[in-house]
């Protein structure tokens, strides 16, 4: 009678085991949802999903951001599912390192700054605090009829069941054992020695976006029109528009108003000239006839 009670009660462990394996496979996926911005803005569905989302630091904060958002967020948190996903969640090692990468990521700066430095969160709230439809909300989440049962069949429920059997489950400690080689648990590891890590949170805290709305202007230069011209573009000088540094004439029209144009006197041909040696012109023209030019020369007559 011994052997045949001793085999009785190892396949009753087996088929615990084995249940509660099965049921840890169902509630408990491989891996944690995906840090994306389009996932972010999106409200989850349901309790399970709504505790998915208390894991990730860069998505927590919006609960408290929006009264809009605290509202459902609050409606899945007084629903047992939403207890009984966070526990088994709670004893998968993959959720709590994918907490940790994301407690390090840059964006998490970014969730969580807006609750301190945001006024438009202030104003949502005191908006919700002055609107009689806000309090309705609330009150209706525990006065529900629906809500009581699923409370008071908790004790039955499969889910809680598999919750509590989870403790004589042979995977669960199987998976602890591995954390260390977690995919979650080594980029945890190598995060913190990874410099762009560091260059992100900076980045984070110089991003004017990163403290709210109301602050995404800030330090930002929008763009200008052209404004129209006052003077008319100055023309182009007898030596040419570039600034000759070597040449005094230059130097004189440096400073001739912008709005003005002068007619510079050029002196007739035959008139002599002297010799300026700060003047790059006068150089140029040392083999030149002083007195004039030279005159091109006559046609022979025909008799």
Same mark, same amino acid.
């Given at each position: 009678?011994?052997?045949?009670?001793?085999?009785?009660?190892?396949?009753?462990?087996?088929?615990?085991?084995?249940?509660?394996?099965?049921?840890?496979?169902?509630?408990?996926?491989?891996?944690?949802?995906?840090?994306?911005?389009?996932?972010?803005?999106?409200?989850?569905?349901?309790?399970?999903?709504?505790?998915?989302?208390?894991?990730?630091?860069?998505?927590?904060?919006?609960?408290?951001? /929006? #009264?809009? !958002?605290?509202?459902? *967020? =609050?409606? +899945?948190?007084?629903? %047992?599912?939403? &207890? $009984? @996903?966070?526990?088994?969640?709670?004893?998968?090692?993959?959720?709590?390192?994918?907490?940790?990468?994301?407690?390090?990521?840059?964006?998490?700066?970014?969730?969580?700054?807006?609750?301190?430095? /945001? #006024?438009? !969160?202030?104003?949502? *709230? =005191?908006? +919700?605090?002055?609107? %009689?439809?806000? &309090? $309705? @909300?609330?009150?209706?989440?525990?006065?529900?009829?629906?809500?009581?049962?699923?409370?008071?069949?908790?004790?039955?429920?499969?889910?809680?069941?598999?919750?509590?059997?989870?403790?004589?489950?042979?995977?669960?400690?199987?998976?602890?054992? =591995?954390?260390?080689?977690?995919?979650?648990?080594?980029?945890?590891?190598?995060?913190?020695?990874?410099?762009?890590?560091?260059?992100?949170?900076?980045?984070?805290?110089?991003?004017?976006?990163?403290?709210?709305?109301?602050?995404?202007?800030?330090?930002?230069?929008?763009?200008?029109?052209?404004?129209?011209?006052?003077?008319?573009?100055?023309?182009?000088?007898?030596?040419?528009?570039?600034?000759?540094?070597?040449?005094?004439?230059?130097?004189?029209?440096?400073?001739?108003?912008?709005?003005?144009?002068?007619?510079?006197?050029?002196?007739?041909?035959?008139?002599?000239?002297?010799?300026?040696?700060?003047?790059?012109?006068?150089?140029?023209?040392?083999?030149?006839?002083?007195?004039?030019?030279?005159?091109?020369?006559?046609?022979?007559?025909?008799?």
């Amino acid at each position: 009678m011994k052997p045949r009670s001793e085999f009785r009660s190892f396949f009753v462990a087996v088929a615990i085991g084995w249940g509660s394996m099965s049921a840890l496979a169902e509630d408990a996926p491989s891996a944690p949802p995906a840090l994306d911005s389009q996932a972010a803005a999106a409200i989850p569905a349901g309790a399970e999903n709504w505790a998915k989302m208390m894991w990730d630091f860069t998505r927590n904060p919006d609960v408290m951001k /929006d #009264p809009k !958002v605290f509202l459902p *967020w =609050m409606s +899945a948190a007084t629903e %047992p599912a939403f &207890y $009984t @996903a966070l526990g088994m969640q709670m004893l998968d090692p993959t959720y709590w390192g994918f907490m940790a990468n994301s407690m390090m990521d840059p964006r998490a700066y970014s969730a969580w700054m807006p609750l301190m430095s /945001d #006024p438009n !969160v202030y104003m949502k *709230w =005191m908006a +919700a605090s002055a609107d %009689p439809n806000f &309090y $309705t @909300a609330v009150l209706t989440q525990f006065s529900d009829p629906g809500k009581m049962m699923r409370w008071l069949m908790a004790p039955v429920d499969p889910k809680v069941w598999g919750l509590v059997m989870q403790s004589i489950n042979p995977a669960v400690y199987l998976k602890w054992m =591995m954390a260390p080689l977690d995919q979650q648990w080594l980029k945890a590891m190598i995060t913190p020695m990874t410099p762009n890590v560091y260059i992100g949170w900076l980045g984070a805290m110089m991003n004017p976006a990163s403290y709210g709305e109301a602050w995404k202007a800030f330090l930002t230069t929008p763009t200008q029109p052209i404004a129209p011209l006052i003077y008319p573009a100055p023309t182009a000088t007898p030596t040419g528009t570039m600034f000759n540094p070597f040449d005094p004439n230059s130097w004189t029209q440096a400073f001739t108003l912008p709005g003005t144009t002068s007619t510079p006197t050029v002196a007739p041909a035959t008139t002599p000239y002297g010799f300026n040696p700060f003047d790059p012109n006068t150089w140029a023209q040392i083999l030149q006839v002083p007195y004039g030019t030279p005159t091109a020369p006559s046609a022979p007559s025909v008799r």
